[in-house]
């Protein structure tokens, strides 16, 4: 697992496996940011990792340019891995370990949803997030109204859903 792309190319990344977590291959995290760089530019956004796992996703935005960075994830072997990924290499970033319910509170630009496959959790967090741009990362076709595109990549499934703040 390695940057692709930014400021730190190429740099390695530590890997983590559990029973809930499990790391977003090269292939697909690069084509997750061809794709979103049709719909963002990543100078200056606030960035949301929810289920950081390794923080592969969170990272790459850092290396990309993005002005803040924070990863959640309730496993603190997950939340150790990202804090030794991250390191020293930038300061602009925080972490937690909570429930991703209670994880949401601040505003992002992008939010990137990578939950455990089996669980409803992503369904549930996308319902809860008021705005920005979301990419959720699945393993089953799924639905909704915001749904800005998809694609699938094997076994994964990634959504771009927009969500717009109502007044």
Same mark, same amino acid.
């Given at each position: 697992? #390695?940057? $692709?792309?930014?400021?730190? #190319?190429?740099?390695?990344?530590?890997?983590?496996?559990?029973s809930?977590? #499990?790391?977003?291959?090269?292939?697909v995290?690069?084509?997750?940011?061809?794709?979103?760089?049709?719909?963002?530019?990543?100078?200056?956004? #606030?960035?949301?990792?929810?289920?950081?796992?390794?923080?592969?996703?969170?990272? @790459?935005?850092?290396? +990309?340019?993005?002005?803040?960075?924070?990863?959640?994830?309730?496993?603190?072997?997950?939340?150790? $891995?990202?804090?030794?990924?991250?390191?020293?290499?930038?300061h602009?970033?925080?972490?937690?370990?909570?429930?991703?319910?209670?994880?949401?509170?601040?505003?992002?630009?992008? $939010?990137?949803?990578?939950?455990?496959?089996?669980?409803?959790?992503? @369904?549930?967090?996308?319902?809860?997030?008021?705005?920005?741009?979301?990419?959720? @990362?699945?393993? +089953?076709?799924?639905?909704?109204?915001?749904?800005?595109?998809?694609?699938?990549?094997?076994?994964?499934?990634?959504?771009?859903?927009?969500?717009?703040?109502?007044?």
């Amino acid at each position: 697992m #390695r940057i $692709i792309a930014g400021t730190h #190319r190429g740099k390695k990344l530590l890997e983590y496996y559990s029973s809930t977590t #499990r790391p977003t291959t090269d292939r697909v995290k690069e084509n997750v940011f061809n794709l979103l760089t049709n719909y963002i530019d990543f100078n200056g956004l #606030r960035v949301l990792d929810l289920f950081a796992g390794t923080g592969a996703y969170g990272i @790459e935005c850092l290396s +990309r340019g993005a002005s803040f960075v924070h990863f959640n994830d309730y496993d603190g072997k997950a939340v150790a $891995i990202i804090k030794k990924n991250v390191g020293r290499t930038w300061h602009n970033w925080s972490v937690s370990q909570k429930d991703y319910l209670s994880a949401l509170k601040g505003k992002y630009d992008l $939010i990137f949803l990578d939950p455990p496959y089996e669980s409803n959790f992503g @369904e549930i967090a996308i319902d809860a997030i008021q705005s920005g741009l979301i990419v959720f @990362e699945t393993d +089953r076709d799924f639905e909704h109204p915001q749904i800005v595109t998809k694609r699938r990549y094997g076994r994964v499934w990634i959504y771009l859903i927009q969500k717009q703040k109502t007044n």
